[in-house]
T-cell receptor, first 113, second 113 residues
Framework: TQLLEQSPQFLSIQEGENLTVYCNSS?????LQWYRQEPGEGPVLLVT?????EVKKLKRLTFQFGDARKDSSLHITAAQTGDTGLYLC?????????????FGKGTLLTVNP | KAGVTQTPRYLIKTRGQQVTLSCSPI?????VSWYQQTPGQGLQFLFE???????NKGNFPGRFSGRQFSNSRSEMNVSTLELGDSALYLC????????????FGQGTRLTVV
């Protein structure tokens, strides 16, 4: 069974602070996606990383895929209250067929004004 | 382009009843997958349909079933509802067989009383 462990589970910070969220697995994934989910809504795709060592930036968010494609991190610079939400990582190694995403349990981020 | 549409948004059912949830994927997307989200277990994969065929199935009892129509719309059915089936049910669509990025609907909040 493939598992994705996310840490920390909860994070409460002040606006303007930096933070890093981790997503680790013992399994190799062909791609890994990060989502943000707000209460009562579905997850919204932020980024997909595919290549080991890949780094992608989305404004103040920086995503990194580990060299071995087993882990990933999300770094937020100068957090804003609008960044509040549940951050989920999800891995896929189906190559398309037998498709399913394996999700971590998420990091609940609260950014206080 | 319209996103993934799930109906209804909220449902309250009694133990022992059955329920049908509906999902309309993004136009042109042929894959629909379903996930159950609970506070304790996070997002768990139920099944995926591609071109009207179930391609993959998660570890859920046979009370959970689904189908996909020729227009790619999908329905999920849960029979003999149990209290533990209370959850947010999410539907996600992807474009084709080699696309691993999933786009989620807002979900259906099912409460079993």
């Amino acid at each position: 069974t493939q598992l994705l462990e996310q840490s920390p589970q909860f994070l409460s910070i002040q606006e303007g602070e930096n933070l890093t969220v981790y997503c680790n697995s013992s399994s190799v994934f062909s791609s890994l996606q990060w989502y943000r989910q707000e209460p009562g809504e579905g997850p919204v795709l932020l980024v997909t990383v595919v290549t080991g060592g890949e780094v992608k930036k989305l404004k103040r968010l920086t995503f990194q895929f580990g060299d071995a494609r087993k882990d990933s991190s999300l770094h937020i610079t100068a957090a804003q209250t609008g960044d509040t939400g549940l951050y989920l990582c999800a891995g896929d190694n189906s190559g398309g067929s037998n498709y399913k995403l394996t999700f971590g349990k998420g990091t609940l981020l609260t950014v206080n004004p | 382009k319209a996103g993934v549409t799930q109906t209804p948004r909220y449902l309250i059912k009694t133990r022992g009843q059955q329920v049908t949830l509906s999902c309309s994927p993004i136009s042109g997307h042929r894959s629909v997958s379903w996930y159950q989200q609970t506070p304790g277990q996070g997002l768990q994969f139920l099944f995926e349909y591609f071109s009207e065929t179930q391609r993959n199935k998660g570890n859920f009892p046979g009370r959970f079933s689904g189908r996909q129509f020729s227009n790619s719309r999908s329905e999920m059915n849960v029979s003999t509802l149990e209290l533990g089936d209370s959850a947010l049910y999410l539907c996600a669509s992807r474009q084709g067989f080699t696309n691993t990025e999933a786009f989620f609907g807002q979900g259906t909040r099912l409460t079993v009383v």
